[in-house]
């Protein structure tokens, strides 16, 4: 965790007669500098950094994707939250110098309050590559948006022979050594395709240097030997600004009116009682294709009777996304995102049974995950939550949901067929044909870098807007009063819809709580760890030049076969030994700084301990289960550090529920991902409802009430048994 440190003392750059005593020393040649620097930014007041980053480019005849990349990255406003740090050497070091202690980072102050200035900030996953002799390592903890940190490598670290690592000259102290000279020379054996010529900023960040330098205070017998300073990126505030654009508009009512039943418009509105089958025709391919399946009525009777109504309704959200599916980048100051139109979207909305409370429902919105639609996950939990009075509210997410042709048949008893539309959100990017269950849901080329970052900040959008129909009032019955309470609007979600639930949870100041179900983040660590890890290789191979750098195998087949030896958390160092890895490791690196704006990671102390200004904390649960092989624990932990919710959250055991399973064969699954909906296998069905009655009756209390849904049991840890985990533990 962060500390301040003690009271500052004057620092003074050892002479040079010292700086040039033999020993092993940090490099500050441009082919391996300290990374990151403020020296890779430009000065732009119009950000909230007042900087924007400025990356150099490689050939782009032979570099094609890393030049795309970097397109992306300089148009942010700073460096990584949670960035790689690479500091090179001249020579080995003894690894087991290498500590919090001897090196670390200085927060020195957010960029317009100085919020966090002197907290100290350690180290992890610290590796080191023998071949570019260059040691690699992430923050210890998520760094502060749009804040200035200084990189500190004391002489504490020392060199094979126990000596202490010499100073280098990191901030042009040398007298007569002119920093346009040591420009010229760092640059004089570029790698990159054209010299760099030198910014005026250069003389100005050695300065800022020098003097953050001289604020820092080590143990005595201990010197700085070398430092970087650089800036973090904005990573919350586009969001915070829509957020606040929808809260000053009036939408028109929600308008349930769109059923069609034998040419007719009618109310899309069923009672569940009066359903006898719902079809979704869901468009597969752009002919028009369509796949029909049947909804499962059955899964609205997991508590019988629970369910009144069944209802499907319009509204118009905001649409931040371009072509190509990414949201133009704004100025962090004083720009202002800008919808490039609106968007009609369908909404499901599962009634509880009995007469309605003076204020109407109280509704929980429920988040779908990746791959799924609102026909899926909102479905199997609606009726645990109508058996305690909720309500159930959900929309597809950007890129799900089959193609906008698709439809809904309900079969009703008293008016036979009535169709409505299905609302889904995919499209065929790719120019196949085919609408892939999750296509549109990710930034085009050459914007790949970008991933799902925009279309899931467009979808916390869409749920913003949902919130202020609500808000507005929404009639469900059409009688002219409002059926649902604006006073007690909650969110789940589960994966996916845990993911961007998160980032929800942060910025929308009118949910009460929320729980996200199986969250993660980032989602380049999701993918990177889990069983979406192929979608990471295919990511490498279509990479021009493309980076797989392992033979497939049986045992790695492609797409799996590459290896960027990325250590976990707490473990010790490692020393890179597969020829490859860094280059892979530098590039989802960078897909991860890109992402940072739609990682919930970033968002989480929003939720409880740091709300926005007017806002409140809220109560909150997250639920995750131990050995996850979709989100791995490793991200969901990293939510919940970020956010201090040590105490709020639930793990289910699914490592001992596997372990008492005595079938032949076993039912209980090796992954327990879709603990919380898996209704439908009798061995997890006890699981499951016991998930969602403890989101029911917290949401039922309005926050106040986290019961243990097993009570004694030892399946759920209620709170979870700290430490985090931060392994995979996956049951094999």
């Known amino acids: 965790m962060a500390r301040k440190l003690g009271a500052t003392a004057a620092f003074a750059l050892l002479p040079v007669a010292v700086m040039a005593a033999s020993g092993v020393t940090v490099r500050y040649d441009d082919d391996a500098s300290p990374f990151p620097s403020n020296r890779l930014t430009r000065l732009d007041y119009a950000n909230v950094t007042f900087r924007r980053v400025d990356l150099p480019k490689p050939d782009c005849a032979v570099q094609v994707s890393d030049c795309a990349d970097i397109d992306v990255i300089n148009t942010l406003d700073g460096f990584s939250t949670q960035p790689r740090i690479t500091v090179p050497f001249d020579g080995d070091i003894d690894l087991a110098s290498v500590s919090s202690d001897t090196v670390y980072l200085l927060n020195l102050g957010d960029t317009v309050g100085r919020r966090g200035y002197g ?49 280098s000259d990191f901030a042009g102290d040398k007298p007569g050594n002119d920093w346009r000279d040591r420009w010229d020379r760092r640059y004089s054996k570029h790698h990159w395709h054209k010299p760099r010529q030198p910014r005026d900023s250069d003389a100005a960040y050695e300065r800022e240097l020098r003097d953050a330098v001289r604020s820092v205070r080590t143990p005595r017998g201990t010197q700085v030997a070398a430092a970087s300073l650089f800036t973090t990126q904005s990573t919350t505030g586009d969001l915070v600004k829509v957020m606040r654009q929808i809260k000053r508009s009036r939408p028109a009512s929600a308008n349930f009116m769109i059923g069609n039943a034998g040419g007719a418009t009618s109310r899309a509105v069923f009672d569940l009682s009066d359903v006898a089958a719902i079809e979704f025709n869901r468009q597969t391919g752009t002919a028009p294709v369509y796949t029909p399946s049947p909804l499962f009525l059955s899964a609205l009777n997991v508590m019988p009777g629970a369910v009144g109504q069944i209802a499907y309704g319009r509204f118009q959200s905001p649409n931040y996304l371009v072509a190509g599916e990414y949201m133009p980048p704004v100025n962090s100051l004083w720009g202002q995102p800008r919808a490039q139109g609106t968007q ?40 645990t939550f ?16 089959g193609g906008a042709m698709g439809s809904l048949n309900v079969t009703s008893t008293s008016a036979g067929m009535v169709t409505v539309p299905a609302g889904g959100r995919g499209i065929d990017q790719d120019g196949s044909g085919v609408i892939d269950s999750t296509e549109g849901s990710s930034a085009a080329a050459p914007r790949t870098a970008i991933n799902s970052r925009d279309s899931l900040r467009q979808t916390v959008i869409d749920l913003m807007q949902l919130v202020r129909q609500v808000e507005v009032g929404m009639d469900v ?9 604006a006073q007690r609007i909650y969110y789940a979600g589960q994966s996916f819809g845990g993911i961007y639930g998160t980032m929800l949870l942060g910025v929308e100041p009118n949910i009460k709580a929320g729980v996200p179900n199986v969250p993660g983040g980032s989602i380049t660590e999701v993918a990177r760890l889990g069983a979406f890890r192929g979608l990471t290789g295919l990511a490498l191979f279509a990479r021009t030049p493309t980076l797989m750098n392992l033979v497939p195998t049986a045992a790695l087949p492609f797409p799996f076969n590459f290896q960027e030896n990325m250590p976990l958390r707490n473990l ?13 490791a530098e590039v989802l690196d960078r897909y991860e700084w890109v992402q940072q704006a739609g990682n919930p990671v970033s968002y989480a102390s929003l939720i409880r301990k740091q709300p926005l200004r007017g806002s409140s904390a809220k ?17 969901s932990s990293a939510i919940v550090r970020a956010g201090s919710l040590e105490d709020r959250t639930t793990l289910f055991r699914n490592d001992l529920a596997y372990a008492f399973d005595m079938g032949e064969p076993k039912t209980v699954p090796k992954n327990p991902h879709t603990f919380l909906t898996n209704i439908g296998t009798p061995s997890m069905a006890a699981f499951a409802v016991g998930g969602q009655i403890q989101i029911a009756e917290f949401f039922k209390s309005n926050g106040m009430v986290v019961i243990d849904p097993d009570e004694a049991g030892p399946f759920y840890e209620v709170p979870i048994a700290l430490p985090l985990p931060e392994t995979l533990s996956f049951t094999r």
């Open 119 to 167: 907290e100290k900030v350690g180290i992890n996953q610290v590796l080191w590559d023998p071949s570019s002799q260059t040691l690699v390592f992430e923050p210890d903890e998520l760094l502060a948006e749009h804040s200035r940190y200084l990189l500190v490598v004391t002489n504490g670290v020392r060199d094979l022979q126990g000596k202490k690592i010499a100073v």
């Open 344 to 383: 009609e979207l369908v909404f499901q909305l599962f009634v509880p049974s009995g007469a309605k409370p003076a204020g109407g429902w109280p509704v929980a919105i429920f988040g779908h995950g990746f791959t799924d639609s609102m026909y899926g996950a909102p479905w199997t939990v609606a009726s």
């Open 386 to 401: 109508a058996s305690r009075g909720i309500a159930t509210l959900s929309i597809n997410v950007v890129g799900h949901g």
């Open 477 to 485: 019955d059409g009688d002219g009063a409002a059926d649902l309470d």
């Open 619 to 635: 109560p909150v649960i997250v639920q995750f289960a131990k050995g996850d092989q979709t989100v791995p624990n490793p991200t």
């Open 572 to 584: 010790p160092p490692v020393v890179n030994s597969v020829p490859g890895a860094m280059a892979i």
